[in-house]
């Protein structure tokens, strides 16, 4: 991503995907990815760190709401800290103003990962639990018992922010 206003690259966004551009000084807020349902803001600044799901594409530095994830532009997938993920959940619900949705749900796709698929934390190389996340929206997250990272999938937020139940 490069700052709008002067078209340097940007190295790192901070909450609410605010930056301060190094070249020109300019506070600016940048604008989601175009085709995102998450409203997932990336820098295009590549991290280290390998997606956990498309093995050929590195996550890059961005946000979500208020807070610093990492994000793969290709499926829009997004790791983050749990602690991060539950403010998250609860801002998201308590704005969505639009119809409960319980969405559509294909156990082959969207259920937890079996034993022979499970991610490993890119950040401690422990194998990451897969599992039914216990609030609203039937979702199946994937998480890191030591290091308390999560990975949601493209559209996972959304559905849980929409889904029904108590705001
Ligand atoms: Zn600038
Ligand atoms: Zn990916
Ligand atoms: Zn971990």
């Known amino acids: 991503m490069n700052c709008e206003s002067c078209g340097a690259p940007v ?7 605010r930056y301060h551009c190094d070249y020109c000084a300019s506070q600016l807020v940048a604008t989601p ?34 807070y610093p994830i990492e ?18 959940v609860s801002e998201r619900r308590a704005e969505y103003v639009g119809p409960d949705r319980a969405g559509e749900f294909d156990p ?23 599992f039914f996340y216990a609030g609203p929206g039937r979702v199946a ?14 559209g996972e937020i959304s559905r849980i922010a929409e889904a029904p139940g108590r705001r």
Do not use: Y
Not at 108 to 130: E, F, V
Not at 141 to 154: M, N, T
């Open 141 to 154: 997250i994937d998480s890191c018992c030591r290091c308390e990272s999560v990975w949601l999938d493209c």
């Open 11 to 17: 190295s790192r966004l901070g909450r609410a995907g």
């Open 108 to 130: 082959a796709l969207d259920g937890p990962r079996d034993h022979h698929s499970r991610l490993t934390c890119p950040n401690c190389q422990t194998l990451m639990d897969s």
């Open 33 to 66: 990815l175009r085709d995102s349902i998450d409203g997932l803001v990336l820098t295009g600044t590549s991290t280290e760190t390998a997606c956990l799901t498309c093995s050929d594409e590195n996550l890059e530095l961005g946000s979500l709401d208020a």
């Open 71 to 88: 994000g793969c532009r290709k499926c829009q997938g997004v790791l983050l800290q749990r602690s991060a993920f539950a403010q998250l």
